[in-house]
């Protein structure tokens, strides 16, 4: 599975842990739609469950006149997946790449405005953990 595949997938697991507190296990399940267990999907999806209070600290951290409950559900957990990407994972992507993904991903799954406030955001966490 390519990595942007995977991304999309564990934003759809995400998106379905947050708003159904399903189990991640069936959540990337459910995702998978029968296809073979990816191991990068698998790692985002838990990094950002075990991690999550950190990444959401992060991520108000970087809000401007927002709280994180506010955001809509793919905005919040595409930023999840990236704050995860940039400060948590083993296996370390470039910051641009992880901003672009992110970026892109949120074009597809977001609205008009998701992929301008997902770089903003983002750009402010890029900075911050420099």
Same mark, same amino acid.
């Given at each position: 599975? $390519?990595? +942007?595949?995977? +991304?999309?997938?564990?934003? @759809?697991?995400?998106? @379905?842990?947050?708003?159904? *507190? ?29 991690? @999550?209070? =950190?990444?959401?600290?992060?991520? $108000?951290?970087? %809000? =401007?006149?927002?709280?994180?409950? +506010? ?20 296996? $370390?992507?470039? =910051?641009?790449?992880?901003?672009? =993904? ?5 074009? +597809? ?5 998701? *992929? $301008?406030?997902?770089?903003?955001? %983002?750009?402010?966490?890029?900075? @911050?953990?420099?």
């Amino acid at each position: 599975m $390519k990595r +942007r595949t995977a +991304r999309e997938k564990a934003l @759809q697991a995400l998106f @379905q842990i947050d708003v159904s *507190s399903t189990e991640p296990s069936s959540a990337i399940e459910h995702v998978l739609e029968g296809a073979a267990t990816d191991e990068y999907l698998t790692n985002i999806v838990y990094g950002v469950v075990k991690h @999550q209070t =950190e990444i959401d600290g992060i991520i $108000k951290a970087n %809000l =401007e006149k927002w709280s994180i409950d +506010r955001l809509a559900t793919v905005d919040r957990n595409l930023l999840r997946i990236a704050v995860y990407e940039l400060k948590f994972a083993d296996e $370390k992507v470039p =910051e641009n790449v992880v901003l672009d =993904e992110a970026i892109e991903i949120a074009k +597809r799954f977001g609205d008009e405005q998701s *992929s $301008k406030f997902v770089n903003g955001v %983002l750009s402010k966490v890029k900075d @911050q953990l420099s």
